[in-house]
Every structure is written in C-alpha cells, then in structure tokens.
C-alpha cells in the first residue's frame, strides 16, 4: 500500500513539478482550533515558508513555519487558510477557506455564476504560491440566498487529510 502511494506519489512529481520534495507526515496537531500538520522535511532540503503542499490527488496546504529538519503545514481545511480558485467549467472565481475538518468553503462567487455540484475547484495561479490548475476539491453544496452578492458554495477537498502519510512540497 505505501510502495503504491509512493509510486503515484514520485510519477506525479515527475510529470508536473520536478524540484517537489517528497515528505512523510510525522505529526498531527490534535487541537480543534487548528488544521496542521508537521512534515519530516525543513530549510535543510531547500524548503521554506509559503511553498504549497500536494500529493497526486491535490492540494493539501502549504508550509508556515521552518526548521532546519521539519516543516509544520497549514491544510486547506484551516479557518486560516485562503486560496485563490476557480470553478474549472466555468472559470467563475472565488476564494477557497477552510470550513470544519472535512470541509471547505468557496467564498466571494458571483451570484449569477454557473456552478453545479460536482464542478472541479482548481487553483488560479494567483498569489504565486499555489500552482494554476493545481487541483482543490469538487463542489458538494450550492446555497443560494434570497439576499445577498455571492453563492454560498462547499468545497469536499480532493484529498483525505484525515488520512495523511506522505505529500510533495512543490518547489518553485
């Protein structure tokens, strides 16, 4: 099983990210307050703050804080979190924040966007931390309010962070 997530993990690398470092998770942060995680990997194999964090299924995060032979990770499920999306149909753009453990929410979408359940959510590129195209999660709820600018919009992130071993930090 690992060998396997191993090997879809360095394929994946191969193909679209070639300085990524490949990193096991090695901690958890158990708080409710906080989505991190401590990977096994810091400044001593090239890495830094602001880098984002993947594996083969999509985003998981990105880097906060460095040590020469760790780096903690803020996932995209954080309160904290903020990624610049799009709607990959339709191009309509909002801002990805993390919503509960398992959630995430796609903020700030114009109200006369088209958006279904089940549109792709990818990064937009902007920010110049996540890569454009860099995959995000699915779209799992659509509320629309009888007031108001925006569509209130789900995110099911692509990846199980509550299942983490391994991920890619993407170099730039």
Known sequence: MQQQRLRELLGFRALAFPQAVV???VGIDPSPWSEVVTINKGSR?????????ATHQGLVGRTIE????YA???LVTDRRSAVDALI?????RGIVVGKTRRLCELRYVDLHADIQVGDTVVASGLGEVYPKGLLIGTVAAVHQKPQGLFH???VQPAVDLAQLEEVLVLVP
């Open 23 to 25: 990193a096991e998770v």
């Open 72 to 74: 903690t990770v803020l």
């Open 45 to 53: 194999d090239s890495l830094r703050k602001d880098i984002a964090v």
């Open 88 to 92: 990959q149909r339709t191009r309509a």
């Open 66 to 69: 460095m040590a020469p032979h």
């Open 152 to 154: 209130e919009v789900e």
